[in-house]
């Protein structure tokens, strides 16, 4: 590891070497998606100005956006206070963030004792997610 590296090491990384990152509407400040990062990941964001996730599932680094063209144009990277959170501050490409076609992944709202779709499909999943 190089010396200008240093800066990931103030990052306290769980036991499996990932910190969960939470992606924010830079221009109105909306939660739009909360997933993982690693070392590989966060530096490649900072690198590119896009965000890189690791996922859990697949087992990679995962380029948000390149399957459905969703990218996330990184505006600032911040560190929460117990250095063990990222908060992205990006500029939501195509206005969706979530797979399911929505702006968000926060969709779903507690109400009376069930959780109420509140968010329409911007887009149709099987549309962006053509193979």
Partial sequence: M???DN??????WT???L???IAQDAD???VLMVAWMN???LKRTVETNEAVYWSRSRKKLWHKGEESG???KVKEIRLDCDEDV???KVEQMGGISCHTGRHDCFFKKYENGQWVTTEPVLKDPAEIYRK
Avoid: F
């Fill in 28 to 30: 109105n400040g909306d």
């Fill in 7 to 12: 800066w990931l090491n103030k990052v306290n």
């Fill in 39 to 41: 070392r590989e990941a």
């Fill in 86 to 88: 990222i908060l992205l």
């Fill in 70 to 72: 969703h990218v996330q």
């Fill in 2 to 4: 190089s010396v200008s």
């Fill in 19 to 21: 910190v969960p990152a």
């Fill in 15 to 17: 036991e499996d070497g």
